[in-house]
């Protein structure tokens, strides 16, 4: 019986999976990186500027097909405008059709003059890198579109995901400490210092930057599973228990596996005292 | 033929009896005659009376020679048509006059005593009258008249007659008086009244017309008097000439009116005598009293003459107006009598004189046709039109009247308006003549007209377009009614370009088709005529009419070359589309697409037409973006277009299939490319390389890895770079390892084991064994590695195998324990610890090689195992606490644990930071580098995912 339910559990599990976690910033002093990626903007934000901005905005809000289809009509006359490739490959990027993604970023690379243009585009094409595990090559389009416009914020940010994806703490610490980024508040800039300094063993420095987060954050599982493991390090079992729990549980299924560990670890300290 | 036997064999017996009764009696008569005068010269002796017998019998036989002769000369004359020689029919009856003259005359000689004398004179005067030509009549009727001294002999009285009439006849009035004067004294001669009549002519001649009128009005009256013969017709015939002799003729019409109770008959002739003789007044004063009697005593039979006399009368006196206006009278009885007469046969109208009034409207209207011709010759501006409206009436009235020359009387009131100048009035009725004289198939007067229209239309007096339309009437006329003709075949061009220039297509190129038939050998000026419409259908953008003729030329119409058929076509469909690409233009895309699809639908169109307007169609749905509904027009436009105009399209559908990839339809696309792929592959260019490149990207693009492969397999054959078929397997290859199929791979891979992705599938296999975390694949890797017998993946294997058992000896080291006796013994602990350290040794002498693996996750993962074997065993030193040890000794002990620990725990650190140095500076990015991150032995939970953001726009 046991069995059967944990099997009926990882399906429905497995089915809603998802490689995304809601990272959706509504209060637009966390989002440093608001001027360049539309990724992370709320809900209220991305209706706000729906109609004054670009229409990849309507990707953003779930009608990824009628605006794809918008584009397609607009060909005529928008075609040649600097976004329009990049736009589409984005509106692909949401539906997760990477392959399409990727030949739209080609196009914008292509047919792009801008260098922030270009820039934008490896960026992208390193995403989609990353998507295919191919590291490296999306760390070298990360880099093509640091060179092309070193001012923009998230190919460091990105680059310093990648590190941390690696291990590489310092390497990421030193991206997201480019004076780029300075002066500017930020949840994920400011959640990956706090990770990197925890995972390279600088409590201190980490609760830090934890320290900044807003509290609301700290429900984000990702957040909290890291947040977790700080406060384990420093003895904070209870406060770690706490953190796990008001965890808003993700689909990302390693995520899950992560938190589940971490509470079975909660579960044997506190015993153990 | 058989109406004219059944008369000839009706009338041959008839004509054959009386000719046999005529000749019969002739012979009869003869024989009689013969026989009588057998008898009498039989005779021995003959006295006066016998001769004188046989003298009448001569007479007799005279006359029946004479009649024979006469005969002779008539049927003589119908058959020659001429009544010449006349003297030479008579030969005999001359010949037997002088016999009997002799006859007669040898009796007067031999008879001295001849009581028949008198008698034998009167027969010589009057054989001498009716045979002879000796002038003898006059003196041997005298001679009668003097032997015969009584005035009551009837021979006197005879020969007084027959002298009379001699005089009559040889106009010598004065003696004829005198003896008709004796005659008439002879109350009981039954022809006194003709001998009234005799003399009132003589009167009359004589010009004492009181005492003439006198005398025949007795002969009338006389005439009502059985006794005599009753010539009171030729009286009554006669008489009202008399009294207009006589200068009376209404005492003529008096006469008439009183004595007679239709005097018609009579009147009219005397009124046209009256006419003749100058009374007009009185004339009209007859014929108007004739018409009182009509209308009084409905005597209509005699309508009809009665207006002809009138008519006569008017003509006489150049009355033309009065004339015109019983011509119209006339005219309008003419119909009232044709209707009388359908609706009953014994109608008193009598239409006997419609030929005659023709005759005389004709002539009239002739008379006054040239007369103003020659007025207006004279000056143009003074002409009677009066007489022009005359005329022009009596044109009228002949229409009626003579329908079957109505043509004609068109063609004069035309020619009548001509000679006035009255141009258009004159065309209007050229063209009416015209279309009359086809009507009564009467083609002279057709070409006639025409030419006079033609003739006309030269003068150039009419407006321009007027002017234009009355020469083509006659242009046109001309040729319908001779279409091989010297003069239509110099018409057919100037024709031609009056309608080219009036931009009439349908007559022009009717006119075309008309002049091929009627001169097949001029085919190269007809097909010049025929550039020159259809350049003015493309001017004009009659597409229409362009598609008509297409049509026609392709049925073989005016034997048009293929290639001018072809290049018709082009521009008919360059027309067709002008209006919709426009639209295109204009922004309107779908309203051209639909614009165009209507032309694809229409059924007229050639099939060049409507490939070109499905192709259009497709490009318009591609500008909408509606790619697959552009492939379906493509589609069809592909199934019209012949194999020259595919490949002329080619390069364009090329850039439809790019279009459509921009437009996010791969699978339409690659539709496209794989279809003109295969369909031109024999080509090698450019072009065909491109749809290779295009097919196997966008199949790529949709996951379709097996499509994409297949275009490699089937068309590299059709590519003119062959490194394209390399660089498009290495984008296969690549889009495989991204999917990460491993199955999919390695069959891939097995298909095409060519460079540079056999050495990079090798890598690939080994990048996924360590990142993937599938047992199931690793397994299945391991297998790869050593099927593909490759020196680098065996030594990768053997690698792998190593390190699990250097992970199991790590497992071992952890679970050894140096030294747990309850008794501590120097040398037995220092063996035990070297047992234990030796282990160590051995660990590292045979996995230290893994550290420096080319793989480098497994490089990796070993200095970090070496990191934790030297960790634990440096711990594990220094954690020695023996038992059964003194204080100061464990003192000691510790210290020397501590600093032979320090040794381990100082390498441990070392193989870390040499790898942290190594990770960092080189930046590795594997899983081995990711593997050895955690806290609390938890990886780090970024790794569950990839937090990195897409980027939208910049600041800027």
């Known amino acids: 019986m046991n069995s059967t339910l944990t099997l009926l559990i990882l399906l429905t599990l497995g089915a809603c999976s998802s490689s995304r976690i809601d990272r959706k910033i509504d209060d637009v002093t966390w989002d440093s990186l608001a001027d360049e990626s539309y990724l992370r903007w709320g809900e209220k934000r991305l209706e706000k500027f729906a109609d004054r901005d670009h229409a990849v905005v309507q990707c953003y809000q779930g009608k990824e097909t009628q605006t794809l289809s918008q584009y397609k009509r607009d060909f005529i006359t928008k075609g040649a405008h600097p976004y329009y490739w990049l736009h589409i490959g984005n509106c692909f990027y949401v539906q997760e059709a990477w392959t399409r993604a990727e030949f739209f970023y080609r196009m914008a690379l292509l047919e792009a003059k801008l260098p922030s243009v270009k820039s934008i585009a490896h960026n992208n094409l390193g995403l989609i890198a990353f998507k295919f595990d191919q590291w490296e090559k999306g760390k070298e389009q990360l880099r093509l579109s640091m060179a092309l416009a070193p001012r923009f914020k998230v190919p460091r940010y990105n680059l310093s995901q990648l590190y941390l994806q690696f291990g590489l703490y310092n390497r990421a610490i030193e991206v997201l400490s480019d004076s780029a980024f300075r002066g500017h508040k930020d949840i994920d800039v400011t959640f990956s210092f706090a990770n990197a300094y925890l995972f390279k063993g600088d409590l201190k420095a980490a609760g830090e930057y934890f320290g900044r987060i807003p509290r609301e954050h700290f429900s984000r599982e990702d957040i909290a599973a890291t947040y977790a493991l700080y406060q384990i390090r420093t003895g904070d079992l209870k406060g770690a228990r706490e953190t796990i729990k008001a965890r808003e549980r993700s689909n990302v299924l390693e995520l899950t596996a992560i938190s589940q560990k971490i509470e079975k670890i909660l579960l044997q300290r506190m015993k153990e005292e | ?956």
């Open chain 2, 1 to 956: 033929m058989k109406t004219l036997l059944l008369a000839l064999i009706m009338a041959c017996p008839l004509h054959a009896e009386v000719m046999e009764s005529k000749d019969a009696r002739w012979a009869k008569l003869m024989g009689l005659v013969g026989q009588e005068m057998r008898i009498l010269e039989a005779a021995k002796k003959k006295g006066v009376e016998i001769k004188y017998r046989m003298l009448e019998l001569h007479s007799e036989r005279l006359k029946l020679i004479h009649e024979k002769n006469n005969r002779e000369f008539l049927a003589g004359s119908k058959a020659s048509g001429s009544g010449k020689d006349k003297e030479k029919y008579f030969i005999e009856t001359r010949a037997y006059y002088q016999t009997t003259k002799d006859f007669g005359q040898k009796i007067l000689r031999e008879e001295a005593r001849n009581s028949r004398k008198a008698e034998i004179l009167y027969a010589l005067a009057l054989n001498s009258r009716d045979y002879g030509r000796d002038n003898v009549t006059e003196k041997y009727l005298l001679e009668v008249i003097g032997l015969v001294a009584d005035p009551r002999n009837s021979l006197r009285h005879h020969a007084q007659t027959a002298l009379a009439d001699f005089y009559y006849n040889d106009k010598r009035f004065p003696e004829a008086i005198t003896y008709y004067q004796r005659v008439i004294q002879n109350e009981e001669d039954d022809w006194k009244t003709k001998h009234l009549f005799n003399l009132s002519w003589c009167y009359l001649k004589n010009r004492e017309f009181d005492r003439a009128i006198d005398t025949i009005k007795s002969s009338y009256f006389e005439s009502k008097n059985p006794a005599y013969v009753n010539i009171r017709d030729q009286v009554l015939e006669n008489i009202g000439s008399f009294y207009v002799y006589a200068g009376r003729p209404l005492d003529g019409l008096s006469f008439y009116l009183e004595n007679e109770k239709n005097p018609l008959p009579y009147l009219m002739p005397m009124a046209l005598k009256a006419s003749d003789k100058g009374h007009e007044k009185e004339t009209r004063e007859i014929l108007d009293a004739a018409q009182k009697v009509i209308d009084r005593s409905a005597l209509h039979q005699h309508q009809e003459e009665l207006f002809h006399t009138y008519l006569d009368f008017y003509r006489h006196y150049n009355r033309f107006t009065d004339h015109e206006k019983t011509s119209r009278a006339l005219v309008a009885y003419y119909q009232k009598a044709r209707e009388a007469a359908t609706a009953d046969k014994k109608t008193p109208l009598k239409q006997e004189l419609r030929d005659d009034a023709i005759e005389k409207m004709r002539s009239l209207a002739g008379f006054l046709q040239v007369k103003l011709a020659k007025d207006v010759r004279k000056d143009a501006a003074n002409y009677s039109t009066g007489e022009l409206e005359i005329v022009l009436s009596y044109f009228s009235h002949l229409v009626m009247l003579d329908e079957v020359r109505k043509a004609e009387y068109l063609y004069f009131r035309a020619e009548t308006y001509f000679s006035v100048n009255s141009h258009q009035l004159a065309a209007d009725s050229y063209v009416e003549s015209v279309g009359e004289a086809r009507k009564a198939k009467n083609l002279d007067l057709a070409r006639k007209s025409l030419n006079s229209l033609l003739a006309l239309t030269g003068q150039e007096e009419l407006p321009k377009a007027q002017n234009k339309k009355y020469l083509i009437f006659a242009y046109s006329g001309h040729v319908d009614l001779w279409p091989r003709d010297e003069k239509s075949e110099q018409i057919y061009p100037k024709l031609f370009e009056i309608y080219r220039e009036a931009f009439d297509d349908g007559a022009a190129t009717a006119l075309i088709a008309q002049y091929h038939k009627a001169y097949p050998e001029h085919l190269s000026e007809q097909q010049t005529f025929m550039t020159k419409i259809l350049d003015q259908f493309i001017e004009r953008k009659n597409t229409l009419k362009l598609n008509h003729w297409i049509g026609e030329f392709k049925k073989g119409f005016l034997s048009f070359p293929r290639e001018s058929v072809e290049k018709t076509e082009i521009v008919l469909g360059n027309l067709l589309f002008m209006e919709y690409q426009e639209l295109a233009k204009k922004g309107e895309r779908l309203a051209a697409a639909k614009g165009f699809e209507g032309l694809y639908v229409h059924k007229l169109y050639p099939d060049k037409v409507k490939y070109q307007a499905a192709f259009f169609a497709a490009m318009a749905y591609l500008e909408l973006g509606e790619t697959e509904k552009s492939f379906y027009w493509q589609e069809l436009a592909h199934a019209r277009m012949t194999e020259e105009q595919k490949l002329e399209r080619r390069e364009e559908q090329l850039r439809m299939a790019e279009r459509t990839y921009r437009l996010q339809d791969f699978p339409t696309a690659y539709k496209i490319a794989e279809l003109l792929l295969s369909k031109w592959c024999d080509r090698r260019d450019e072009v065909q390389n491109r749809f290779f490149e295009i097919a196997v990207m966008t199949a790529l693009v949709d996951e379709r890895h097996n499509d994409a492969e297949r275009v490699v397999v089937q068309h590299s054959r059709c590519l003119i770079r062959p490194e394209t078929r390399d660089s498009s397997l290495a984008q296969i290859y690549q889009a495989l390892e991204n999917k990460g199929d491993f199955f999919k791979l390695r069959s891939f891979v097995q298909r095409h084991q060519i460079e540079p992705y056999v050495t990079q599938y090798r890598y690939t296999l080994q990048k996924w064994y360590w990142e993937k975390n599938d047992v199931n694949l690793k397994t299945h890797i391991r297998a790869e590695f050593r099927d593909l017998k490759h020196s680098e993946t065996l030594a990768w294997l053997a690698e792998i195998n190593l390190y699990k058992e250097a992970e199991k000896d790590f497992a071992d080291l952890k679970a050894s324990v140096v030294w747990q006796r309850p008794q501590f013994d120097g040398d037995l602990f220092n063996q035990a610890l070297e047992t234990y350290l030796l282990k160590l040794k051995a660990f590292k002498e045979r996995y230290q090689s893994l550290s420096q693996s080319s793989q480098v996750d497994l490089a990796i993962v070993t200095t970090r195992l070496f990191s934790q074997v030297y960790r634990h065993v440096g711990e594990t030193v220094q954690a020695q606490r023996p038992l059964g040890m003194d204080g100061e000794t464990l003192v000691q002990f510790s210290a020397a644990m501590k600093n032979l620990s320090q040794q381990f725990l100082t390498v441990s650190l070392q193989y870390e930071k040499t790898l942290n140095t190594a990770l960092l500076e080189k930046e590795t990015l594997s899983w081995g580098a990711r593997s050895i991150a955690s806290v609390e032995a938890i990886e780090n939970p970024v790794f569950s995912f990839f937090t990195g953001l897409p980027m939208d726009k910049s600041k800027d």
